[in-house]
């Protein structure tokens, strides 16, 4: 007689496939979300561009940042909400004004963003920029502290 030998997967094996197929989903879903995250928080500091030139220029004419959205000649928070952000404030730090932006729930719902300039002894500045700590990981590289 001829033994005959039987191919294929066992129910044993076909479940072991379909856990590790399971695990690298769940793997692939979660750096998904944090990548989408990411995106937004980006697309939520370019929202903050033209607002950052708005208050260069008024530095480069006055000498000194604005502290009041009126001084600045912004506009309403709610005119720069965006696909992240919800509104965009400006917030007197001192002598100088905070860009705050707060986002949406596709980031984090109601959390806040900042940047601010920092202006060294020679008188160049940068800005730097920070938010909440549940915030830290998602930030670009260069707010991240």
Not at 101 to 124: C, F, H, I, R, Y
């Amino acid at each position: 007689m001829n033994k005959h030998r039987t191919q294929g997967f066992t129910l044993i094996e076909l479940m072991i496939v379909v856990a590790i197929v399971g695990i690298l989903a769940a793997m692939a879903v979660t750096a998904y979300q944090d990548y989408t995250r990411r995106a937004y928080l980006a697309e939520a500091m370019g929202v903050a561009g033209s607002v950052k030139t708005a208050l260069e220029e008024y530095h480069a004419a006055n000498g000194v940042w604005p502290t009041t959205a009126s001084a600045a000649g912004l506009q309403a928070p709610a005119a720069y909400r965006g696909q992240a952000v919800e509104s965009l404030t400006l917030v007197a730090s001192g002598a100088v004004g905070v860009i705050q932006l707060t986002l949406n729930g596709k980031v984090q719902d109601g959390a806040k963003v900042w940047l601010a300039p920092e202006e060294n002894v020679s008188g160049a500045y940068r800005w730097r920029c920070g938010g909440e700590s549940t915030l830290q990981r998602l930030m670009p590289s260069n707010c991240r502290d």
